[in-house]
Structures are given as C-alpha cells and as structure tokens.
C-alpha cells in the first residue's frame, strides 16, 4: 500500500471543496522550482521569498504569487493566478516545468481526444 492513505492536510481539503463547488481557479499547480532560473538569468528581472512563499517580477511590471513546497523543489499556485496574471509568451515555458502525480496516459488520452479508439484491455471489477 502507498502512502496515500495519509490524513489529508486540512487546507488542501479546504480547496478541493471549493473546486468542486465550482471555483475551478482555486486548483492547485505544480512546477519544479528550476522554472525559475530563466528569470533569475535576466537582467531587470526579480524572483523572492519568505520561507514558503514567491514571487517573480518582470521588468515590465507583471508578477506571479507562488507557495514553496517544504523541500524547495515544487512551487505551486493556483490556475486562476497563473490565468490572470501569467503573459501568454509565458505559459509555454510554465507548462514545461508542470510536475503531476503519475497518471493514465489512456484516461488523459480520451479526454483530449473524445472519441479515440483506444485498447486498454478487458472490463473487469476493482480490484482485479
């Protein structure tokens, strides 16, 4: 067994309810912290921190509020920030740094591509 069957973290179970009341913009992402090392390359460029909240301002006055992961390696904020407040030439390079649990390649599959014709194998009961 994994060690999912953890007791959920209150604030967490705090804004999964609200996703699922329908404030879909209070969904968490996760990117590796080394997102960040493009801008702190750039010059007129600012990326800060407390000890588990960020931020990176551009020179051109636009900036992203983050949460830092207790290890350092993941930052997080939620879609609606990273919608309303991230540039569009700024979203390919956020999405390549996105970090997910492990997933069904099948199942995003058939969501991204309703109708595909996909062989997963024979219908059965859980667990089996």
């Known amino acids: 067994m994994s060690g999912i069957s953890q007791a959920a973290d209150p604030q967490a179970v705090a804004l999964t309810l609200r996703a699922l009341g329908g404030d879909l913009g209070a969904l968490q992402l996760w990117f590796d912290q080394h997102v960040l090392d493009r801008y702190r390359a750039q010059a007129g ?32 904020t939620s879609a ?30 058939m969501r991204l591509a309703p109708g595909s014709c996909i062989d997963d194998g024979d219908l059965r009961d859980w667990p089996g």
Do not use: K
């Open 80 to 109: 609606t920030e990273l919608s309303q407040r991230l540039p569009a030439p700024e979203r390919q390079h956020w999405a390549q740094h996105v970090v997910t649990p492990s997933a069904s390649r099948t199942f995003l599959t």
């Open 45 to 76: 460029w600012r990326v800060m921190r407390t000890n588990t909240v960020g931020r990176v301002r551009s020179p051109e006055g636009w900036s992203l509020d983050f949460g830092i992961a207790p290890d350092d390696q993941l930052l997080h």
